[in-house]
């Protein structure tokens, strides 16, 4: 398998933003991968980049505001509108690279509540959105404390970060995937109100949304997923009607480094596949 990874980057919001780009020798689809919170593109690059590219699919990623190898304060971002912004980018710059290819958006957790609002409030040309466990709703009620802490913050200091309080060993039941998110220098568990409050908004918005949602759309989910609730999921399928919804039974909330995770990602390139087109030749 041949692959050719090269890194950019680019400027908004006086912010250096980090990217990469994976192309097969023959790309027939582009993917824009949006990863979760507290996490970087390039935990994406040892499992899901090279499924990905073994079918041909090029994919292009990039280091989310406060995050990885962007510029910034760890955690912070301007507002959510700046989030949608610098996907925007990314898609553009996706379209760029791979003229004439179809584009998919690929999200996960965070990744997939960017990608689902992108669709639902931007002029685009997507033809298919991945969502796999995305942050519609948390699976767990916040300390209210912290809750209350946070809106206080949220009108006085947005920008102010405090622990997320993630509980790591909820994120795969593979513990040497576990301790590799532990042991990423580049993984972080900080959260700024101006991240925090927008996201979950956003979330419950898709849901409210969901009848409006016009792109195909694939949705992947564990029924143990600790972290973000897959009921909420299920909602957005029953509302959604070009959606379809894959429940993984005991599936914790990152499948792709979870115990099925070949069968996810089989899942992901198939639908993909259908999707291209029937006349897209290599």
């Known amino acids: 398998m041949s692959i050719n990874h090269k890194k950019f980057h680019f400027q908004s919001h006086g912010t250096l933003f980090f990217g990469q780009h994976w192309q097969p020798r023959e790309a027939k689809a582009v993917v824009v991968l949006v990863h979760g919170f507290g996490e ?12 990905l590219v073994k079918k ?47 584009v998919f958006l690929y999200g996960h957790s965070m990744g ?39 809106k206080m913050l949220m009108g006085v200091s947005p920008g102010i970060t405090l622990a997320s309080g993630l509980e790591v060993e909820a994120i795969s039941r593979d513990a040497s995937e576990v301790a590799k ?22 979330g419950e918005w898709v849901v409210k949304k969901a009848e409006e949602l016009s792109v195909p759309t694939l949705l992947l989910h564990g029924t143990d997923d600790r972290l ?5 999921s299920v909602e957005l399928e029953a509302k959604a009607p070009m959606s379809k919804l894959h429940l993984f039974k005991g599936g914790y909330h990152e ?6 995770k070949d069968k996810a990602l089989k899942i992901v390139t198939t639908w993909i596949d259908d999707h291209v087109g029937a006349n897209f030749v290599l």
Do not use: Q
């Not at 970087?40 to 499924?51: I, L, N, Q, T």
């Not at 301007?78 to 898609?91: E, K, Q, R, S, T």
């Open 40 to 51: 970087h593109s390039g935990r994406y690059a040892d499992f899901v980049v090279p499924e």
């Open 56 to 102: 041909n699919i090029a994919v292009v990623s990039y280091d989310n505001f406060g995050h990885g190898e962007t510029e910034g304060k760890r955690g912070h971002c301007p507002n959510y509108d700046a989030l949608m912004f610098v996907l925007g980018i990314v898609v553009r710059k996706a379209e760029d690279l791979f003229p004439g290819l179809p």
């Open 112 to 150: 997939g509540n960017l990608v689902l609002n992108y669709v639902l409030r931007s002029p685009h040309k997507v033809t298919g959105v991945i969502a796999t466990s995305p942050y519609l709703r948390l699976a767990f009620d916040p300390p209210k404390w912290k809750m209350l802490v946070g």
């Open 181 to 202: 998110y532990k042991e990423d220098p580049l993984v972080h568990d900080k959260v700024s109100p101006m991240f925090s409050f927008p996201i979950m908004d956003a």
């Open 228 to 232: 973000i609730d897959h009921k909420a």
């Open 255 to 260: 499948l792709h480094n979870d115990l099925e």
